[in-house]
């Protein structure tokens, strides 16, 4: 029998978060382990009168290409997906591993290289995206691989996926849930916006960052679902101080944990990791954006109450704040261009702060505004 979560899921991405109209050419991205959602996508979206287009790998291609590409395969830029980011009208994406430390023995020299290949594609979802031409959603579908990294059953973590997105039983209607969570971080951001000093301050963070002339973000579930964060691009130049982040800092299926950074205007310049300290160097060295910061972002998603090692749910867990390496945002002002976008979160729940300008505006996890 079909899990009836599967068409409200569907339902949630081509209606609340792609706003799927007719004519619209829509990738959708992703394994074969999501069949079931991919389905599910396909007709909604035919329905709407859109155009879906299907991008499926099986589980193990990514590391496969990895393992047997040459270098000119490397530096090759995907052509279907790089004419689907400059032209469609939307792109949905559904992570849904069935291992997801299969890139674990990759060399992170190949890994960097292909990056830089794939760095146009992002640099059109930043743009396109910041000028409303391209409506992208990233998602994820709940594989038994996943439930396992999250160490929890598979019935338990689809019941905890469903919920975060609002697509389980108990919500009678997710589009007014994600509005009513619209409405109150609206509320959040127009008591920050405007001011410029951001200094966060706890046992692992000691850090000032300027949000001067620079837009902050409402997500609500357009661009990731599910969601739960108000984010800009700070001032490149204006971090200085150190943060230890508490959760390990996944990307491309490493896992680096302990990651400590130091920045002096703006600039990573001490870098020390408890593992894989050798892939942290290899993506810091990317390109000159990589050691700035293009994002920074406070979690509000407090059905997300715990780490699964998935970053589209751990960035936006209630209670901590996260900076992405890398490419910014261009629609919050910044104008920090990278091929990385790496996010790395941390706790704020115990003895810690946030002040705007001098004012406390959240404490140990909850905002007081």
């Known amino acids: 029998m079909a899990d009836p979560r599967i068409e409200k899921f569907a339902q949630i991405l081509v209606n609340h978060s792609a706003k799927i109209q007719p004519g619209d050419r829509v990738l959708i991205e992703s394994t074969t382990a999501a069949e079931p959602l991919v389905r599910a996508l396909y007709a909604n979206i035919l329905e709407l009168g859109g155009h879906p287009h299907l991008e499926l790998e099986f589980p193990d291609q990514t590391a496969l290409f990895y393992q047997h590409a040459n270098p000119s395969q490397l530096d090759f830029t995907p052509t279907f997906r790089k004419l689907a ?14 291992n997801p430390r299969a890139l674990t023995h990759i060399s992170p020299e190949r890994q960097a290289r292909h990056q830089k290949a794939l760095s146009p594609i992002l640099a059109a979802q930043m743009q396109r995206g910041a000028a409303k031409e391209f409506k992208w959603v990233t998602t994820l579908f709940p594989t038994q691989a996943y439930a396992e990294e999250a160490k929890m059953d598979y019935e338990r973590y689809q019941d905890f996926v469903y919920k975060a997105c609002f697509a389980d039983e108990e919500t009678a209607d997710p589009v007014a849930a994600w509005k009513t969570f619209e409405t109150r971080q609206q509320k959040i951001i127009q008591q920050i916006e405007g001011h410029d000093t951001v200094e966060l301050r706890g046992p692992n963070v000691e850090l000032t960052l300027s949000i001067k002339d620079r837009t902050f973000k409402n997500s609500f579930g357009e661009h990731n679902m599910p969601d ?3 984010y800009t691009g700070p001032v490149e130049s204006s971090l200085n101080g150190w943060v230890r ?15 400590e950074l130091t920045f002096e205007d703006g600039c990573v310049t001490q870098a020390t990791a408890a593992t894989n300290q050798g892939f942290l160097n290899e993506m810091l060295n990317t390109d000159p954006g990589a050691r700035y910061v293009g994002e920074f972002a406070i979690g509000t998603n407090y059905q997300i109450d715990r780490f699964i090692g998935h970053i589209l749910f751990d960035e936006k867990i209630g209670g901590t704040f996260h900076m992405a390496l890398g490419a910014g945002y261009p629609e919050t002002g910044s104008q920090n261009k990278s091929a990385i976008h790496w996010d790395m979160i941390c706790d704020l729940h115990e003895d810690s702060q946030i002040s705007v300008d001098g004012d406390v505006i959240y404490r140990n996890g909850r905002f007081t505004i």
């Open 85 to 98: 980011y400059d032209e469609f009208e939307s792109r949905i994406r559904i992570h849904s591993e069935t």
């Open 245 to 259: 982040y508490t959760y390990p800092a996944i990307t491309g299926g490493r896992v680096v944990e302990g990651v």
């Open 228 to 230: 739960g964060e108000i």
